[in-house]
T-cell receptor, first 115, second 115 residues
Framework: DADVTQTPRNRITKTGKRIMLECSQT?????MYWYRQDPGLGLRLIYY???????NKGEISDGYSVSRQAQAKFSLSLESAIPNQTALYFC??????????????FGPGTRLTVL | DQQVKQNSPSLSVQEGRISILNCDYT??????FLWYKKYPAEGPTFLIS?????DKNEDGRFTVFLNKSAKHLSLHIVPSQPGDSAVYFC??????????????FGKGTKLSVKP
């Protein structure tokens, strides 16, 4: 079984719709992250959470919101989707107790298309 | 401004030869560097890392070299295999005092290993 799962894997929606992407992990990690990947732009951080009560904005948080429902669950919402939010979205986790460095473990991604 | 740069969007190598993927960074505070590998329709997976107290780290066919004075790191794959064909992301973080900073990713280099 996958350690980091994302649902849905693919989603097509229309401009103005609200959409939620969900992430669950069984790794027992404290930290969770949401990234988006666009062609030629690499991975950019949207939001991150160090624990259930700690939510932080990343590089490109405008137009997104998140909720950390439990240690194992971190969801990303697009309140009113727009076409330039069409991208591949990744959830990741890391272990605060992992010592030096910050190896992150990624989910399989959600491909979102906003028409 | 891009803090982590991968200036080659793509690289093509013959099977059995060496693949060298390059990464430059601008922030001298970065003290931990990672390489991730990404296949289509999958999330990035951790490949190898190096801390700034070292200049080389080796794991099987993969070796990462760090040149702090030049703010440059490279990933060597020897010998290259067709299964190594993927997008490779360089990432960096600041972990001074154990703070485990967020990862800053480059835009990626697509490696194609031809049989």
């Amino acid at each position: 079984d996958a350690d980091v799962t994302q649902t849905p894997r693919n989603r097509i929606t229309k401009t103005g719709k609200r959409i939620m992407l969900e992430c669950s992990q069984t790794k027992g990690h404290d930290r969770m992250y949401w990234y988006r990947q666009d062609p030629g732009l690499g991975l950019r951080l949207i939001y991150y959470s160090f624990d259930v009560k700690d939510i932080n904005k990343g590089e490109i948080s405008d137009g997104y919101s998140v909720s950390r429902q439990a240690q194992a669950k971190f969801s990303l919402s697009l309140e009113s989707a727009i076409p330039n939010q069409t991208a591949l979205y990744f959830c990741a986790t890391s272990d605060l107790a992992g010592g030096f460095g910050n190896e992150q473990f990624f989910g399989p991604g959600t491909r979102l298309t906003v028409l | 401004d891009q803090q982590v740069k991968q200036n080659s969007p793509s690289l093509s190598v013959q099977e059995g030869r060496i693949s060298i993927l390059n990464c430059d960074y601008t922030n001298s505070m970065f003290d931990y560097f990672l390489w991730y590998k990404k296949y289509p329709a999958e999330g990035p997976t951790f490949l190898i890392s190096i801390s700034s107290i070292k200049d080389k780290n080796e794991d099987g066919r993969f070796t990462v070299f760090l040149n702090k004075s030049a703010k440059h790191l490279s990933l060597h794959i020897v010998p290259s295999q067709p299964g190594d064909s993927a997008v490779y992301f360089c990432a960096a973080s600041i972990n001074y005092g154990g703070s485990q900073g967020n990862l800053i990713f480059g835009k990626g280099t697509k490696l194609s290993v031809k049989p």
